[in-house]
């Protein structure tokens, strides 16, 4: 949507457009992502897969992300203006009242989605919702250390499969089956050991200023981006090691991720001192974006 078209928008219209840039649309797109796939993989021991329930299940589980990260933006500020952030609050658009107010309602609209779906899925968005509150909201954001961070990222990445889950098998007490537990195991492996170092990469002054202790302010730059060359193939041989183990159907999803190692490691290896600027030590975090969304498009275009 153009800056243009933004500014002549109705009021409303234009908060909600800028609240949702706020709250980061390639965090909800992969976070959808992550919800269908737990759909998918759930289809070889279910048929009770209801179109309109799984569509309902996604808008509460996606409201409840926007929400949080709507939320995460407003506790940002300090640290997203030292950064250089080009989103709405940092740049001074959008109130953070605003957009906190909008949060808020979005989070009880997750909750209210959830009527007429199966029981656990109501306890699923509140878990959620009150993770993305510890990690973001006083008195002790979990986001200013680097093992909360970790916590939350991988409490979240699991519930948002187990929502998918539990929506797809209608809230029957499936065992959910191998294939969606070693997807899960990988995908939440690659979020806290590839995604986390590399999105430090570009927020370590911003962090630091704001006295928080994420992995990039503890062990510097260099080493944050060591760490994420080391365990991205190493996460690929475990992932390979396991989809051969349990002869589950990910070898597509297992080629995904080995192409996207590769362009990880490239985008890691490139000497930053010789390039200029936030953008170029956000190229990784981009590429483990690019990554993670392609392994769960090839995930659930694979088994549906």
């Known amino acids: 949507m153009s800056a243009n078209w933004t500014l002549l928008a109705p009021f409303p219209a234009r908060v909600i457009t800028l609240c949702l840039a706020e709250s980061r649309p390639s965090v909800l797109a992969v976070s959808s992502l992550r919800y269908l796939t737990g759909v998918a993989l759930a289809l070889p021991i279910t048929s009770l897969a209801d179109p309109l329930m799984v569509f309902q299940g996604g808008v509460a589980w996606v409201a409840s992300i926007f929400a949080i990260y709507l939320y995460n933006g ?4 300090a640290e997203d203006r030292i950064n250089g952030s080009g989103r709405p609050i940092a740049r001074g658009e959008l109130r953070p009242r605003t957009a906190a107010a909008v949060a808020a309602v979005a989070a009880v609209l997750s909750l209210v989605a959830t009527v007429g779906l199966p029981g656990p899925m109501t306890w699923i968005i509140a878990v959620n919702l009150a993770l993305g509150y510890l990690y973001s909201g006083p008195p002790a954001p979990l986001k200013a250390s680097s093992s909360g961070t970790v916590i939350v990222l991988m409490l979240s990445g699991l519930l948002s499969y187990l929502a998918g889950f539990t929506v797809a098998t209608a809230g029957t007490g499936e065992v959910a089956p191998t294939g969606l537990i070693v997807f899960a195991a990988a995908a939440v492996c690659w979020m806290v050991l590839v995604g986390v170092p590399a999105k430090d990469l570009s927020d370590i002054p911003g962090d630091a200023a704001a006295g928080r202790r994420t992995l990039g302010v503890l062990i510097g730059e260099s080493a944050a981006r060591r760490m994420m060359i080391v365990a991205a193939p190493g996460l690929l041989a475990a992932f390979c090691v ?10 597509g999803v297992l080629a995904v991720m080995a192409a996207g190692v590769v362009a990880v490691v490239v985008a890691g290896t490139r000497a930053v001192g010789r390039e200029q600027g936030r953008a170029a030590r956000r ?15 090839t995930a659930v275009l694979s088994n549906i």
């Not at 407003?74 to 500020?77: G, H, K, N, Q, W």
């Not at 190229?283 to 392609?294: D, G, H």
Request: charged share 15%; proline share 7%; no cysteine.
């Open 283 to 297: 190229r990784p975090y981009e590429t483990f974006m690019a990554t993670q969304q392609l392994v769960h498009v």
């Open 74 to 77: 407003v506790t940002d500020i």
């Open 242 to 251: 396991a989809v051969v183990v349990w002869d589950v159907p990910l070898v």
